[in-house]
T-cell receptor, first 114, second 108 residues
Framework: EAQVTQNPRYLITVTGKKLTVTCSQNMNHEYMSWYRQDPGLGLRQIYYSMNVEVTDKGDVPEGYKVSRKEKRNFPLILESPSPNQTSLYFC?????????????FGPGTRLTVL | QKEVEQNSGPLSVPEGAIASLNCTYSDRGSQSFFWYRQYSGKSPELIMSIYSNGDKEDGRFTAQLNKASQYVSLLIRDSQPSDSATYLCAVNTDKLIFGTGTRLQVFP
């Protein structure tokens, strides 16, 4: 089954404790992206990657890191999480390198930072 | 000005009615337009894409695009309570830009 997977699905952590949210897709998509979704603000892009070893900042990159060492995986790293990073996070992938076409979303990770 | 604008709603319609969801965008160079459905706490799910002016129908869903007026709409015929969700409009500029969504409520 073609899909985007994320882990963990739910995470409660404390300020400053490094964490990683994994994302993997099995559709051989070039483009991958991370979004956060907050009430009233919609989906905001954090980082994106157009190919292996190619990553770039989205609209809200502060406090986040990413890497793209393999085509299928695109982990999101929070080196020192803070309460304002409490949010619902989605990973997405797309066939086209620009990402400017239909994107397929993972199930989401609900993160709470205390 | 926001790049993609939607009325947040909620839009309330009775079961069996037509629900009309609208979206306007600012970049005249936009080429591709998408509607996603998102149930509460779930991920967005692509339901329609449209690339040229006019209407595109898929089952109970019809997407309408008017590039001159810079709007795209989604019609849901014979609305069902299971259609109750937030509908996100997404527009291609040099990347995909999402609106904040319109919450649809279909009551029995």
């Amino acid at each position: 089954e073609a899909q985007v997977t994320q882990n963990p699905r739910y995470l409660i952590t404390v300020t400053g404790k490094k964490l990683t949210v994994t994302c993997s897709q099995n559709m051989n998509h070039e483009y991958m992206s991370w979004y956060r979704q907050d009430p009233g603000l919609g989906l905001r892009q954090i980082y994106y990657s157009m190919n292996v070893e190619v990553t770039d900042k989205g609209d809200v990159p502060e406090g986040y890191k990413v890497s793209r060492k393999e085509k299928r995986n695109f982990p999101l790293i929070l080196e020192s999480p803070s309460p304002n990073q409490t949010s619902l996070y989605f990973c997405a992938s797309s066939f086209m390198t620009s990402g400017a076409n239909e994107q397929f979303f993972g199930p989401g990770t609900r993160l709470t930072v205390l | 000005q926001k790049e993609v604008e939607q009325n947040s709603g909620p839009l309330s319609v009775p079961e069996g009615a037509i629900a009309s969801l609208n979206c306007t965008y600012s970049d005249r160079g936009s080429q591709s337009f998408f509607w996603y459905r998102q149930y509460s706490g779930k991920s967005p799910e692509l339901i329609m894409s449209i690339y040229s002016n006019g209407d595109k129908e898929d089952g109970r869903f019809t997407a309408q695009l008017n590039k001159a007026s810079q709007y795209v709409s989604l019609l849901i015929r014979d609305s069902q309570p299971s259609d109750s969700a937030t509908y996100l409009c997404a527009v291609n500029t040099d990347k995909l830009i999402f609106g904040t969504g319109t919450r649809l409520q279909v009551f029995p």
